[in-house]
């Protein structure tokens, strides 16, 4: 018996496949600066589709796992647009973006709304107000439909990153 | 989902900058859309700015109704009330960039 907790947690209810994902607009976080964003806005000028990686918050070592994993994947030189959104302010993003180089943008939602919006959002335990999102990876098409998804069921829970590519059908160079 | 088009005015701010508030307030007298981009507190972290305004303070406005850039608050000001307030030249409104 191992001699630590997994937890368990509740069913995730994501958008389904073939569903429109909600739309929502919030600071998008780059390397530069930050504006307002919709998550449409980013479809319309992506070519092919677009991929919404939800982390638990900047500074957890979930979230800097994540990234860096999709940083050594090259999964930003893909054929699919990679954006990621956590519960953490723009400068949090920010700072997290220049210390670590991870070549992403981030949208910045430190109410946590948009993650409850797709259903992937975890209450903290022992941090009381504090919410933020599941490991969950959202993959949409250019009309906003959702192709595929993965969402984290145990806490912590990572993906299995190469059954994760083969699932989400991405086209990673290799 | 909807999408509109990109606000022609982007206004590059830093949050709670006094400067950047009173080019905030001018915009909003005159009611103009734009695009806010925030920057870090840090000149040196202003990449963006230095590269489209050729300074590393803010405020910024880039406009591309009229194709001007223009940095410090009083010239924007003066800029934005004489492009788009009462008595305002029709250049703007001819889209008549250079």
Not at chain 1, 42 to 60: K, Q, W, Y
Not at chain 1, 154 to 163: I, K, S
Request: hydrophobic share 40%; glycine share 8%; charged share 25%.
């Amino acid at each position: 018996m191992p001699e630590f907790d997994v937890v368990e947690l509740p069913a995730a209810t994501p958008p389904a496949t073939g569903e429109e994902a909600p739309d929502f607009t919030r600071p998008l976080v780059t390397d530069e600066f930050w504006e307002d964003r919709s998550l449409s806005s980013l479809l319309a000028e992506s070519e092919g589709r677009t991929i919404l990686v939800f982390t638990p918050m900047i500074g957890s070592f979930p979230g800097t796992y994540v990234w860096e994993e999709l940083a050594e994947r090259n999964w930003d030189e893909g054929v699919d647009r990679v954006v990621g959104i956590t519960a953490a302010t723009p400068y949090a993003v920010s700072s997290f973006l220049d210390g670590t180089g991870v070549p992403f943008s981030i949208f910045a939602d430190p109410a946590n709304d948009v993650a409850d919006r797709y259903g992937v959002a975890h209450d903290l335990d022992g941090m009381t107000g504090i919410s933020e999102p599941r490991p969950a990876f959202v993959v949409l098409e250019a009309d906003g439909t959702v192709a595929a998804s993965w969402v984290a069921s145990e806490w912590p829970e990572f993906p299995e990153y190469d059954e994760l590519e083969t699932q989400l059908g991405l086209e990673t160079p290799s | 989902m909807g999408e509109s088009t990109d606000p022609p005015i982007t206004f590059y701010r830093l949050q709670a900058c006094p400067y950047c508030e009173r080019v905030t307030h001018t915009l909003n007298d005159l009611d103009l859309e734009y695009r806010s981009r925030f920057v870090e507190p840090l000149h040196s972290k202003r990449d963006i700015v230095k590269r489209v305004a050729g300074v590393r303070t803010v405020p910024v406005i880039v406009d591309d109704n009229t194709g001007v850039t223009m940095a410090e608050s009083a010239n924007v000001v003066d800029y934005l009330e004489s492009t788009y307030g009462d008595g305002a030249t029709s250049e703007a409104d001819a889209g008549g960039a250079d």
